[in-house]
């Protein structure tokens, strides 16, 4: 008997991207249908059903076509799109999942997911009495970066001076939160004036700039940190990340979480004060939060309840419908957004 069927949309890369992407570089597909079991004969894979999806910043190397391989492949074009979402089980041929679970991972920018081998791709979500949308960032990959960067990478003590730029997106907002129950001194720098209040009044930073009014970097890092950075949690290099090495203090660490003013040039901006990390014994660090995933539980547990307390703000930017997918991700890259950009697919 042949298997019931629902209709299916997808996004698909239409070209690679060089320089800033566009909306245009991207495009909704009718697919036709999706199944709605898993094919016969298809052992250990889930059909999903996608509910939400979260636009991330790494999503932009994978829109380019490289000769060397990176952590994450490039997207293929005329291909769905794939990134971290949250998704309902339909079906399951896959001992660990069950229909009806919900889960967070990667899956695709469309309405339904055949996932082939889920127990590397997914999480069933503990917490469901929380919103769901939370799954895709503070409960999901971006919350889990924050809390890994900085309290792995950057091994922060009590009452140290902590700097976070892009501050106010989906990684920076919880790392800003996690210094300050650490007893940390916290200042921050976005984009706007309006994200400078937020970061203050909402999200509990001791200080923030709006760098874009800064005619001088480097004075109003002086301004903010007269005795020097401990603690700097890299969110976007280039000009930022030059000044900072000058105002670092002695054994200051650095986590290298992302570098988004980088990601749309073809030549990277140079950075001249390499010096500094010899001089004030600084160490910087990158990382890949999919390198951390065997404690994900631990956190999963410790940040439901700090949201359950009430101890963590948390503020998501939300665009209704796959269709508006290519907009909320291109918006990134212009600071459109406020705090995490979420895309609802479907709310069930």
């Known amino acids: 008997m042949a298997a019931e069927a629902a209709a299916n949309r997808r996004i698909v890369l239409r070209s690679h991207v060089t320089g800033f992407p566009k909306e ?65 089980v339909v079906d399951s041929s896959h001992p660990g999942f069950k229909a009806g679970d919900y889960v967070w991972g990667s899956t695709g920018w469309e309405d339904y997911s055949l996932i082939k081998d889920p127990s590397k791709a997914l999480f069933v979500i503990r917490h469901p009495e929380l919103p769901l949308s939370y799954y895709t960032g503070i409960l999901g990959m971006a919350g889990f970066t924050a809390y890994v960067g900085f309290h792995e990478i950057c091994a922060p003590k009590e009452g140290e001076r902590v700097f976070v730029s892009a501050a106010s997106g989906a990684v920076g907002q919880l790392v800003g939160q996690f210094a300050k129950l650490m007893g940390c001194y916290v200042v921050g720098s976005a984009g706007s004036d309006d994200k400078v209040k937020l970061l203050k009044e909402k999200f509990g930073f001791d200080d923030a700039f709006n760098y874009k009014k800064e005619k001088d970097l480097n004075v109003a890092l002086k301004r903010c940190f007269p005795e020097g950075i401990d603690v700097y949690f890299e969110n976007v290099g280039g000009a930022m990340l030059d000044v900072v090495l000058l105002n670092m203090r002695v054994r200051g660490r650095i986590a290298a979480c992302g570098m988004i003013s980088q990601y749309n040039l073809d030549l990277p901006d140079p950075v001249h004060n390499l010096t500094a990390v010899i001089v004030k014994r600084l160490r910087i660090e990158g990382f890949v939060v999919s390198d951390h995933y065997g404690r994900y539980r631990e956190y999963e547990e410790t940040v439901a309840r700090y949201v359950k307390e009430g101890k963590i703000a948390y503020v998501e930017d939300v665009a209704e419908g796959l269709e508006n997918a290519p907009a909320a991700l291109v918006g990134l890259f212009s600071g459109r957004n406020v705090g995490k950009q979420v895309v609802v697919v479907a709310r069930e």
Not at 24 to 50: F, H, I, Y
């Open 24 to 88: 245009s570089d991207m495009g909704l597909v009718a697919t036709g249908t999706a199944p709605s079991r898993v094919p016969e004969g298809t052992a250990g894979a889930v059909l999903l059903k996608n509910l939400y999806l979260s636009c991330d910043p790494y999503m932009r190397g994978r829109m380019s076509k490289h000769e060397e391989p990176s952590y994450v492949p490039d997207f293929v074009v005329g291909e769905a799109i794939t990134g971290y979402g949250v998704g309902k």
